[in-house]
């Protein structure tokens, strides 16, 4: 779920509030300039600036923008600068169509994989201990539609670097993937300059545990239970309700859920002799770290019980 035009750009933020207070048509061409010039040296394309200057300012976008900044409010005034920036950088990259191997698209975050990829698992190139499963149901950041929702269906992913998000092939001293020639899908057919082959591989089938672990009949057996009782998207349901009535017996029914949740891990730790970084795969994450998205801690007392609570 890699976002597009995602080079970030570095703008004092006290002027641009003045200059979206102000409204002053003037400081917006010199503030535009100054932020244009930005994304070319970002992009790399510094020599393209008299190219890019004749393209933007027959942009209807910002001619229009220029026209009428002025009369807008404060607060559109904003929402039209970023949107601005999105356009400058997308003019900006018309002018360079081609990767940099910049690395900045794997340190937003590591790729889903297609089926295509099960050759990397298949092959033992990759072990599932550097992958993890979010499952389908849950609470996520939906890239593409820019807003929050629950996923559609199961994703496969790289590990990322908990600190920094870095897709964990992805080495900083090298500034390069570590697996190039191997890389998985998304991986190669990634343009930041352009969303439409990202947007149509977001259709495609994608990789799932069930694709990985078809002949291990043991692993698919814990599979099928974990998912039949601690199902993610019920868990929304439950909570979209427990909001809607704060109905005792269905917060019962979300404690139910977390707690199977824990026994079937312990199961697999103990009966299966399965670690953390496998059950990242096999279960994906722990409904104890779900439930944080939606602003709720489990906490334990001394008789065992858990309880929801407000997660400051
Ligand atoms: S696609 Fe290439 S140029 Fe674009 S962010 Fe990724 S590595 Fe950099
Ligand atoms: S696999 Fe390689 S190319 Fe893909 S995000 Fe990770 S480091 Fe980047």
């Not at 340190?107 to 099960?118: F, G, K």
């Not at 990397?120 to 190139?125: R, V």
């Not at 998207?233 to 979300?254: A, G, P, S, Y």
């Not at 404690?255 to 670690?275: F, G, P, S, W």
Request: aromatic share 8%.
């Amino acid at each position: 779920m890699k976002h597009n035009s995602s080079h970030s750009i570095k703008l004092d933020p006290t002027r641009l509030q003045d200059l979206f207070q102000s409204g002053n048509r003037k400081d917006f061409v010199a503030e535009a300039r100054h932020a244009l010039r930005q994304i070319l040296v970002k992009l790399q394309v510094e020599g393209h600036y008299d190219q890019v200057i004749t393209l933007v300012k027959r942009d209807p976008f910002y001619r229009e923008l220029n026209n009428t900044w002025e009369e807008i409010e404060p607060s559109v005034r904003s929402q039209k600068w970023y949107e601005l920036m999105d356009r400058f950088i997308q003019i900006a990259y018309s002018t360079r169509p081609y990767c940099l191997r910049c690395g900045e698209c794997c340190r937003l975050e590591s790729p889903s994989l297609h089926l295509e990829d099960a050759r990397l698992l298949a092959t033992g190139f990759i072990s599932t201990r550097q992958i993890y499963t979010l499952r389908r149901g849950e609470p996520v950041r939906l890239n593409l539609e820019g807003k929050l929702g629950t996923l559609p269906s199961e994703l496969i992913k790289f590990k990322e670097d908990q600190e920094r998000g870095y897709c964990r092939f992805y080495s900083e001293q090298e500034k390069s993937c570590c697996i190039y020639e191997n890389r998985p899908l998304q991986c190669r057919i990634q343009q930041c300059w352009n969303p439409e082959p990202l947007e149509k591989l977001w259709q495609e089938q994608k990789l799932t545990r069930r694709d990985i672990l078809k002949s291990d009949q043991d692993l698919m057996d814990l599979l099928e239970l974990h998912d039949e009782r601690c199902d993610p998207e019920r868990l929304n349901n439950l909570f979209i309700q427990l909001h809607k009535t704060r109905d005792m017996k269905v917060l019962d029914q979300v404690l139910e859920i977390l707690r199977q949740d824990v026994a079937i891990r312990t199961l697999a730790r103990t009966k299966m002799n399965l670690d953390e970084e496998e059950l990242d795969f096999l279960l994906g994450r722990p409904l104890t770290e779900i439930v944080r998205s939606y602003g709720l801690r489990v906490e334990m007392d001394l008789d065992g019980v858990y309880h929801l609570v407000e997660d400051r």
